[in-house]
């Protein structure tokens, strides 16, 4: 009991030195007003709430409040989580060789599993849309999972992606998927005779990380923009012609882009030892970053939600940071 | 006079010993063929875990080697651990923080099988070695997953994790070793690379990350004979003896590249363009080339080139070339990353890890079919698929074997399944088919005979 205090103690100081840290670092548009005490790989966030993924734990907290942001409860799968995104109160995760878990995080209460469904190889991310969930697994591709029933996922097709596939992203009856090294994806969902991409091209960085991130820019003048983030340059692909996707010219951010999060065109960096960049892409062939923030350790991942940003820090804890003055 | 009498009669006893119908033997990995059987009606197309079942039996410890079959006996591999060791993840793994590699403290038998083709009976078990495993390996490696090779007088057993080449006689009696000393590869990931057997020689491809070599040994005495250096670092690709209208040669695949060599060692032509990643599909000779593929899914290069006999040099690609004089056809993206290609009557086959079959001309290169997926719900494929009848049979790490019409037109005939993982690529030979799996052997034939 007497070690258990003392490493709360440990733990609190240590907390407290960063917070201070982080502080002398801030620019003007970021101030931090709270810290979560929990290790994340990666985070996302909708209104008040934040999921926060670390090994096979998916862990909910609350941040109505942000300085004194309150864990809900967490739910484990047997094996690691590489991805994961927040749909309508349920948490669709990419649970590894688990395959795909679904999680009702609604409400105040403690996750639970409302449904399941083992992909042949290892489960890497999930996207929703219109009753199907798009699972990015290292065997089959991305596989087509209705999930009308949460509680009865049920597979109905599998597109193939010819390398390591990471990540897949759906937006309206369009969804686009990586893999990896340098695999790019689009499939077209109001098909149901097929699930083979419509369209496919590669990118010219070597994509090398297993938790790459697709989002995609708002439309702008008719034009639509996927964002890749795979551990180096910010990969533009232009899908205005999904049967044709073309590569725009790459952005090098100053770190290692691992993760992001959009709020409209502005795009929130997970930089690595480069910290939080926020790059404004509202003319996607010139974009700008407008503003940064240091953090002590590497910035892994980012999320925002209303002022909100959270940035999970390699090591541990999560800033929780609020932009404007 | 009377030593003439002597001498005729024990080359006669020894040709009696060792005579043996060429489908009554699969003395390698992939047979003769390379992969591809005689045609005998006996051979079956459907079987279960009863179903046209001869025998079963259960083969103690973990190895993914593929068993063979001279006459009457079928000769296999072990390594049995004294402790339980994980069990292998089914399909391909992206790897994790772990990088895959495993390394066993407990200790180990290394473990050679004769087993009587007719009853299934263990004739004979001979333990080679005992001890921990001196180097680390994939989780989904084996200790023990090189196939051995026989000339009928002698069984010959290479464990690359021990780097013990050993030879034994049809009794089981340990006739001659090699130790070639324990090499760790460069990501831990061990060894594979079964050895080869020709003309009285043992060849021996062991690439890892300390000192990667290509060596040959008298396959009467374990003489070295011949040694190569090479540059790669890991590779688990078993090599193959090309005889070709020119001469005889024997082609490695690797990660940096292909390399080709005569018998005596002389390096004859390279090939620059494989998989940045070590390589694992054995090369297919068939029909006047030597087909030679890699493709690591991680990697953008996944080639399957064709070569022509006769070449020397580099004859590598230029950017932009689809072949050239000694290349016949190249396919940039074709190659499957465990699996070795198939030719079969005109066609070549790729059998894509995740469950996808494609067809292609032999001779052109140009594409019959592309990817059709054999099952959404199959975890992988490792084992190199084999053909016989005008069927090709593609066998999942579920142990499911999927049946496909050969020719042009893709058809699945059906599927049998013996429920069990596996990644050992069968053997065939007098009318029967043998699967190894996780924890058995099978032998498999037509419960009626034709």
Redesign the interface.
């Known amino acids: 009991m007497t070690q258990c205090r003392v490493g709360r103690a440990i733990v609190l100081l240590f907390g407290w030195y960063v917070i201070t840290t982080e502080i002398a670092a801030q620019t003007n548009r970021f101030t931090l007003v709270g810290a979560i005490p929990i290790a994340a790989e990666l985070i996302r966030a909708q209104s008040d709430r934040a999921y926060l993924a670390a090994a096979g734990t998916l862990t909910v907290v609350d941040i109505s409040r942000p300085d004194m942001a309150r864990s809900i409860g967490a739910y484990t799968f047997p094996d690691?989580i590489w991805g994961f995104r927040v749909h309508d109160g349920l948490a669709y995760v990419g649970a590894d060789?688990s395959g795909l878990g679904i999680l009702d995080v609604s409400g105040n209460a403690t996750p639970t599993l409302r449904g399941s469904l083992k992909t042949?190889?290892?489960a890497?991310s999930v996207s929703v849309s219109g009753g199907v969930a798009l699972v990015t697994d290292?065997?089959?591709?991305v596989?087509f999972v209705r999930v009308d029933d949460p509680a009865k996922p049920t597979?109905t097709?599998?597109g193939?992606l010819?390398?390591?596939s990471t990540d897949v992203v759906a937006s309206g009856n369009v969804a686009y998927a990586a893999?990896?090294?340098?695999g790019f994806y689009v499939f077209d969902l109001s098909k149901t005779d097929s699930f083979e991409p419509v369209g496919t091209t590669?990118s010219g960085v070597?994509n090398n990380t297993?938790r790459a991130q697709l989002e995609v820019l708002p439309e702008s003048s008719g034009r639509r923009v996927v964002l890749l983030a795979a551990g180096g340059l910010l990969q533009l692909f232009d899908v205005t012609n999904p049967a044709s996707p073309t590569l725009l010219p790459s952005f090098r951010t100053p770190g290692a882009a691992l993760r992001i999060a959009l709020r409209d065109h502005l795009v929130y960096v997970a930089d690595g030892q480069a910290g939080l960049q926020v790059v404004d892409f509202t003319m996607p062939a010139n974009p700008k970053i407008v503003d940064s923030f240091k953090t002590m350790t590497p910035a892994r991942d980012v999320a925002v939600a209303g002022p909100l940003v959270l940035v999970a820090l390699a090591g541990g804890d999560v800033l929780v940071l609020k932009e404007g003055t | 006079m009377r030593r003439v009498v002597v001498l005729t009669s024990l080359a006669l006893t020894l040709l009696l010993l060792s005579h043996v119908e060429a489908t009554d033997r699969w003395p390698q990995f992939r047979g003769p063929g390379a992969g591809v059987a005689d045609d005998d009606p006996a051979l079956p197309d459907t079987w279960s875990q009863t179903e046209n079942v001869v025998w079963k039996i259960e083969i103690p410890g973990q190895s993914w080697s593929s068993p063979i079959v001279w006459g009457d006996h079928v000769f296999l591999t072990s390594a049995i651990s004294s402790e339980k060791e994980p069990s292998p993840t089914r399909g391909l793994a992206d790897p994790t923080a772990e990088n895959g590699r495993m390394r066993s403290s407990a200790s180990h038998r290394w473990m050679v099988y004769d087993v009587d083709f007719n009853t299934g009976k263990v004739r004979w078990e001979r333990e080679i070695r005992n001890g921990s495993p001196p180097i680390a390996r994939h989780t989904r490696n084996s200790y023990a997953s090189e196939t051995p090779v026989t000339d009928g007088q002698r069984v010959y057993v290479y464990f690359g994790t021990l780097g013990l080449i050993a030879a034994l006689d049809l009794k089981g009696e340990v006739v001659w070793t090699k130790d070639l000393g324990p090499k760790e590869s460069a990501q831990g990931w061990g060894m594979a690379a079964s050895p080869l057997l020709h003309s009285g020689r043992i060849y021996v491809l062991s690439d890892n990350g300390v000192e990667s070599f290509i060596a040959a040994f008298d396959a009467r005495t374990g003489d070295e004979i011949w040694r190569a250096k090479r540059e790669e670092f890991e590779g688990w690709s078993t090599p193959v003896v090309w005889e070709n209208e020119t001469r005889t040669e024997i082609v490695t695949a690797a990660a940096g590249r292909v390399r080709s060599y005569g018998v005596d060692g002389q390096l004859l032509w390279e090939l620059s363009g494989m998989s940045d990643f070590g390589s694992i599909p054995t090369p297919v000779v068939s029909s006047g080339l030597a087909y030679i593929s890699s493709g690591y899914p991680g990697s953008a290069r996944r080639p399957v080139f064709a070569v022509r006999p006769g070449a020397s040099g580099d004859i590598s690609l230029k950017p932009g070339e689809s072949g050239n004089q000694h290349i016949a056809w190249f396919q940039p993206l074709l190659g499957s990353y465990q699996t070795s290609g198939l030719a079969y009557r005109g066609h070549y086959y790729t059998l894509l890890d995740r469950g996808f079959l494609l067809c292609h001309d032999a001779t052109t290169g140009k594409q019959v079919y592309g990817r059709q997926r054999l099952d959404v719900s199959a975890s992988g494929f490792a084992a190199s698929p084999w053909a016989y009848n005008g069927k090709l049979f593609a066998l999942s790490e579920d142990g499911v074997a999927y049946v496909v019409q050969a020719g042009p037109e893709f058809k699945l005939l059906g599927k049998n399944s013996l429920d069990e993982m596996t990644m050992a690529t069968p053997a065939i030979a007098r009318g029967s088919l043998f699967i190894r799996t996780q924890s058995k052997l099978y032998r498999i034939a037509k419960a009626t005979r034709p």
Not at chain 1, 138 to 141: A, L, M, P, Q
Not at chain 1, 179 to 182: L, S
């Open positions: 690691r060789r042949p190889g290892q890497k290292t065997v089959s591709g596989d597979l097709g599998s193939f010819d390398g390591f893999d990896r090294p340098t590669q070597p297993q």
